[in-house]
């Protein structure tokens, strides 16, 4: 079974060796055949020097800083390309402890998920503030509501994803994937399992937002665009509901008065009711094609990948 560990680097200089080394304490070669792999994404210090001192021998370097999702992304296609098995994402300040990784495996190759995640206790970490706490129970609510699946940390970037998941799964943001991969899982019939972890004290401040407002509107936008992407038709449903009920109460305010008053006067009613119906109408109509757009990407990949397993074979 070859399994890939994918450590997205940017200018982690000071931390690298150390995750290397500490993933190498963690698994025993002669249970995991395992490679890492270093994502660069445009450092502009010795991270890359230094990974290859430690003998690693894959690195996939970006010529310029293009985020965590899109260095996830390069990662995944690489895995793809090598026939990974499992792949293993971690993250190169050394937060999550590479102690875990096996566990991420066993219970990926001993149950029927297609994704592991190592889920924080964030009520017990100390160095997480209260408005933190929050605001990641609260991301997670919310995409566990949009998937459909049990999720406790969907912040959590220490995951392990099987073949399937390899395959199907892409980040289109440049911030991150957590969410956005989530999210897909649910529409691309991939099962999420976890496992619970602990993790490292920080050794430097966080680099993906610098105020909790920030970080508030970017898991947001993530979300948003996640979900007119892959649930468009109930997206665009929803947001139609209320220009309709309010243009159809509207429309009937116009015809009672009509008939029981006298209703001359009120053709505004009937104007901004029908106006209203029709945006609503519009918006259920870009749902509807959104959602056959998306049928059909889907119907196009599937047809790539048996072509694709037809050829291999």
């Not at 450092?43 to 996939?60: F, H, Q, W």
């Not at 050394?94 to 206790?121: A, M, P």
């Not at 509501?145 to 970037?157: C, E, N, R, T, V």
């Amino acid at each position: 079974m070859k399994i890939l560990i994918q450590i997205p680097c940017f200018n982690e200089e000071l931390q690298i060796k150390n995750i290397i080394e500490e993933i190498r304490k963690s698994l025993d070669r002669n249970n995991y055949d395992y490679e890492i792999v270093i994502i660069d994404d445009g450092s502009t210090d010795r991270t890359v020097a230094i990974a290859k001192e430690n003998g690693v021998k894959n690195i996939l370097s970006l010529k310029r800083n293009m985020g965590l999702g899109f260095a996830f992304n390069k990662g995944r296609m690489f895995a793809l390309k090598q026939g990974a098995d499992i792949l293993i994402n971690t993250d190169a300040d050394n937060q999550y402890k590479s102690e875990y990784i096996k566990d991420l495996i066993e219970y990926l190759k001993n149950s029927n998920t297609d994704i592991v995640i190592g889920v924080r206790k964030f009520d017990e970490i100390k160095h997480f503030s209260k408005s933190k706490i929050f605001l990641q129970k609260l991301g997670t609510r919310v995409v566990r509501l949009i998937s459909g699946q049990k999720i406790s940390d969907a912040s959590s970037g220490f995951r392990a994803y099987n073949k399937e998941a390899i395959k199907k799964l892409r980040a289109d943001s440049n911030y991150s994937y957590t969410l956005e991969t989530l999210i897909q899982a649910k529409e691309k019939d991939l099962l999420i399992g976890e496992v619970p972890i602990k993790i490292n004290p920080p050794t430097r401040k966080s680099r993906l937002f610098k105020t909790s407002t920030e970080f508030i509107l970017k898991q947001m936008l993530i979300i948003l665009k996640t979900f007119l992407l892959y649930k468009p038709l109930q997206f665009f449903s929803t947001l139609s509901v209320l220009p309709i009920l309010i243009g159809s109460f509207a429309i009937l305010r116009f015809i009672y008065l009509f008939i029981f008053e006298n209703g001359d006067g009120h053709i505004q009613s009937l104007v901004l009711g029908v106006t209203l119906v029709i945006i609503g109408l519009l918006l259920f109509s870009l749902g509807l094609l959104g959602y056959l757009i998306k049928n059909a990407k889907e119907n196009n990949e599937g047809e790539f990948w048996s072509f694709l397993s037809i050829d291999i074979l």
